[in-house]
T-cell receptor, first 111, second 111 residues
Framework: AAGVIQSPRHLIKEKRETATLKCYPI?????VYWYQQGPGQDPQFLIS???????DKGSIPDRFSAQQFSDYHSELNMSSLELGDSALYFC??????????FGEGSRLTVL | QKEVEQDPGPLSVPEGAIVSLNCTYS??????FMWYRQYSRKGPELLMY????GNKEDGRFTAQVDKSSKYISLFIRDSQPSDSATYLC???????????FGQGTELSVKP
């Protein structure tokens, strides 16, 4: 069965650079979520989209933005990167039944 | 106080043992409950999804929800070394909403 696809899997950037992460949800899933997970921490909700509109917002820094496109894929843009942004970034998608399925994550390292 | 509190562990058990993982939550309005398993450096994998009080069984896994006590549990029977992972409880306040995670319990099953 198709799963949530994230790219890139690994990304290394320097401070003050910009990074873009991509997420392709499971087909026919209408909601996409972004989470950030630091070492030894539980995933923290950043932002979500339902039918291409922002549906909820969590602890997402102002330096970050995201959108969902007409083909339902989503991109998380991170600017002015800081060392503390180093983390695993997960995308998840859910169907009308409410179960959330996660991708394998994108590991961002900021040097 | 976090909205979802999870016994932090770590938990170490011998192969074949029954494992009990527990979470409490603060808001009686929460409706949907999930358990995820996360291997190191991997995305959370959905194990169980339930929305009513009582037990739900899937193979060696049983999810239990007690809405009157605001308490959820995951039981693993005949635990295997391959069950060694971090287990995260998660709650969705309403369908389509974001997940609120517990802190995670790291489980180690020794052969």
């Amino acid at each position: 069965a198709a799963g949530v696809i994230q790219s890139p899997r690994h990304l290394i950037k320097e401070k003050r650079e910009t990074a873009t992460l991509k997420c392709y949800p499971i087909p026919r899933h209408d909601t996409v979520y972004w989470y950030q997970q630091g070492p030894g921490q539980d995933p923290q909700f950043l932002i979500s989209f339902y039918e291409k509109m922002q549906s909820d917002k969590g602890s997402i820094p102002d330096r970050f933005s995201a959108q969902q496109f007409s083909d339902y894929h989503s991109e998380l843009n991170m600017s002015s990167l800081e060392l503390g942004d180093s983390a695993l970034y997960f995308c998840a998608s859910s169907s009308e039944f409410g179960e959330l399925f996660f991708g394998e994550g994108s590991r961002l390292t900021v040097l | 106080q976090k909205e979802v509190e999870q016994d932090p562990g770590p938990l170490s058990v011998p192969e074949g043992a029954i494992v009990s993982l527990n979470c409490t939550y603060s808001n009686s309005a929460f409706q949907y409950f999930m358990w995820y398993r996360q291997y190191s450096r991997k995305g959370p994998e959905l194990l169980m999804y339930t929305y009513s009080s009582g037990n739900k069984e899937d193979g060696r896994f049983t999810a239990q929800v007690d809405k009157s006590s605001k308490y959820i549990s995951l039981f693993i029977r005949d635990s295997q070394p391959s069950d060694s992972a971090t287990y995260l409880c998660a709650i969705v306040p309403n369908q389509g909403g974001k997940l609120i995670f517990g802190q995670g319990t790291e489980l180690s099953v020794k052969p």
